[in-house]
């Protein structure tokens, strides 16, 4: 069982910063990969970032290269999501997502945290 917390989501105004944390539990030892996903309203679920446990460069959707960066922290089992120039299209619920070793999917998922971009 692994067990996802994410932290950071706020309301701010259009161009300004912002950094969300995903902290992973629990049987995080087969951890392959994190990610970052989002859903607006009305809208699917999309990819916005991932990255590798072990080594290998990030991933990003086209709509956040440039302005997003994904990072992680291998002790804590916490990948973060430092997200720059904030648009009013980036508002959405942001999820945490873990990838198991051998795993062709996401295999947990966190509760999701509201970012606004509103002026």
């Known amino acids: 069982q692994i067990h996802l917390v994410e932290s950071g989501g706020k309301s701010v105004q259009p161009g300004e910063s912002q950094r969300l944390s995903c902290t992973a539990s629990?049987?995080?030892?087969?951890?392959?990969?994190m990610g970052w996903f989002r859903q607006a309203p009305g809208k699917e679920r999309e990819f916005v970032a991932a990255?590798?446990?072990?080594?290998?460069?990030?991933e990003y959707a086209d709509s956040v290269k440039g302005r997003f960066t994904i990072s992680r922290d291998n002790a804590q089992y916490t990948v973060y999501l430092q997200m720059n120039g904030l648009k009013p299209e980036d508002t959405a619920v942001y999820y945490c997502?873990?990838?198991?070793?051998?795993?062709?999917?996401?295999?947990?998922w966190g509760q999701g945290t509201q970012v606004t971009v509103s002026s």
């Open positions: 997502a873990l990838k198991l070793r051998g795993s062709d999917s996401w295999d947990a």
């Open positions: 990255i590798r446990w072990a080594g290998g460069g990030p």
């Open positions: 629990g049987r995080t030892s087969w951890a392959a990969a």
